[in-house]
């Protein structure tokens, strides 16, 4: 009679029994001698995937494979194992014929979730499933908790989010997420490398958290007696590496910022920041576009993909649009006509647009643009020109001195990047920190504050730069079909359970 091994706890009483059983399992291995945490190595020969695509170069030969019991089928003096390891499964034929009735007593034992060394011969069953035939088992780690069969629902979502390592056993397709993630930033390494570019690596504790607005996370460094802050970006740095004369730098790396969460906002996420002297925003367009191009098709092999209801194209030139332009599109307000602070006042309250009295008339055009036009941009879309106002770091446009050389890049009504022509005067550059400052004091905690040693690198001579700064996890999310930037990281952050 098979023996039903797939059982699965439905209440913590029987799971705290289950796991009182493979204690006192374990306990009972390890007074007879065959303790499984003392097992150092173990040779592996051959993944589960090898054997099954080159069947005919392993059939009759012998492999050592490992990984974990996901299902066992007991039938009398003859078993069927399958094992995971990290490239999927494979099935594995047990007999006491074949390694020993003792040996086949121990494992008849062993409990799903188990890892397991097998060495034996490839061959295929009468059911023409491949298999290895095992002549030697060693039980190489004990699991002490039974697996989960599945999951289901928002309660068990965030069970995986918490327990990633068992939702990696259990639902193995998640790997290829992150085995498109590891691709993805290995596809824009090689991009930036060969075009020039040199990676370096910026400190992560700052005594200023500058380099965009956000807030930032604070701690205390005890020797110097002084607070510190987790960086919030990657720009000041680099750029003061432009000065320098590294003319192209980019770096990935953890950013951090004390806001809030959803299913676009981790606390802690992943960065690409780029700087590159001698060019402009209208450069760093066609450098962020080739880019993605580029990643696509390195990762998915096309550049036409689906996310979500929506089929995304990559391959065309990505659409340009400036703020001004979208808002009279989608909002049916022309900022162009709005010449006083007091007129973008009275048409933000004609259309419910929040302000506050500390913004400015660029601040007014960002919340409708905010309010009325950002979900429509679907297709790769450029949106350029931002107001001075929200842009302390980009350079005017000429001529137009309300806006600066900036853009963000939004795919699927997301903001996928944001880049601009680097201001380089530095007395236009203090002016800018002067008003972040005074915005700070009127209540905006995620203004910018002054970073005097940024402002002395600057006077020493900053050369017209373009920088481009890219939010990875959201890049990763948008090439592998992920709704949730919790499924593209690793650990996300989440709240203890009490």
Not at 12 to 19: I, N, S, T, V
Not at 261 to 279: D, G, I, Q, R
Not at 376 to 400: C, M, W
Request: aromatic share 10%; hydrophobic share 35%.
């Amino acid at each position: 009679m098979e023996e039903n091994t797939n059982l699965t706890p439905s209440t913590p009483q029987e799971e705290y029994e289950q796991f009182r059983i493979r204690r006192e399992k374990l306990e009972t291995l390890q007074a007879e001698g065959k303790d499984p945490f003392v097992q150092m190595t173990y040779k592996v020969t051959a993944h589960s995937n090898d054997i099954q695509e080159k069947f005919a170069e392993f059939e009759g030969k012998t492999v050592g494979i490992a990984g974990r019991v996901m299902s066992k089928r007991i039938m009398g003096k003859a078993s069927f194992i399958d094992i995971q390891d990290r490239n999927g499964r494979i099935q594995s034929y047990i007999s006491g014929k074949n390694i020993g009735d003792n040996a086949y007593s121990d494992f008849k034992q062993y409990d799903i979730g188990d890892i397991v060394g097998i060495t034996g011969e490839v061959f295929k069953t009468q059911k023409d499933e491949i298999s290895v035939r095992a002549a030697e088992i060693t039980l190489l780690s004990k699991s002490l908790h039974v697996l989960p069969e599945k999951y289901h629902g928002l309660k068990d979502t965030e069970a995986r989010y918490r327990r990633r390592y068992v939702d990696l056993i259990v639902n193995p397709e998640i790997k290829d997420t992150f085995i498109k993630r590891t691709a993805i930033m290995k596809a824009i390494r090689s991009f930036l490398d060969g075009r020039g570019y040199l990676e370096v690596d910026t400190p992560v504790l700052q005594t200023i958290a500058g380099g965009t607005t956000a807030r930032p996370f604070m701690t205390h460094h005890n020797t110097l007696d002084i607070d510190m802050y987790l960086r919030i970006a990657l720009e000041l740095p680099l750029k003061r590496l432009i000065v320098g004369g590294l003319e192209r730098v980019y770096e990935l790396g953890r950013c951090f910022r004390n806001e809030g969460m959803s299913v676009k906002h981790n606390p802690e996420f992943t960065m690409l920041e780029l700087y590159e002297a001698y060019t402009d925003y209208h450069g760093m367009m066609e450098l962020t576009e080739s880019l993605i191009r580029y990643a696509a098709m390195e990762v998915q092999g096309k550049a036409v993909i689906t996310y979500g209801e929506h089929t995304i194209d990559l391959s065309k030139p990505f659409a340009r649009l400036t703020m001004v332009e979208a808002v009279r599109q989608y909002a049916h307000v022309d900022f162009d006509k709005i010449e006083t602070l007091e007129e973008a006042r009275a048409i933000a309250k004609q259309h419910n647009v929040h302000f506050e009295q500390r913004h400015g008339k660029g601040d007014i055009l960002a919340a409708f643009f905010d309010a009325f036009a950002e979900e429509h941009l679907i297709q790769p879309t450029f949106l350029l020109d931002y107001p001075v106002e929200i842009s302390p770091l980009a350079k005017r446009i000429p001529g137009n001195s309300e806006y600066t050389e900036r853009f963000e890049l939004f795919i699927v009504g997301r903001e996928f990047a944001n880049a601009f022509s680097e201001l380089n005067d530095p007395i236009d550059q203090r002016a800018r920190f002067m008003h972040q400052e005074a915005m700070r004091k009127a209540g905006d905690e995620e203004a910018a504050p002054s970073d005097e040693d940024f402002l002395t690198a600057v006077e020493y001579g900053l050369p017209p730069t373009g920088g481009l700064g890219m939010g990875i996890d959201r890049l990763i999310m948008l090439l592998t079909n992920s709704t949730s930037i919790r499924d593209v990281i690793f650990f996300p952050t989440m709240k203890p359970k009490e």
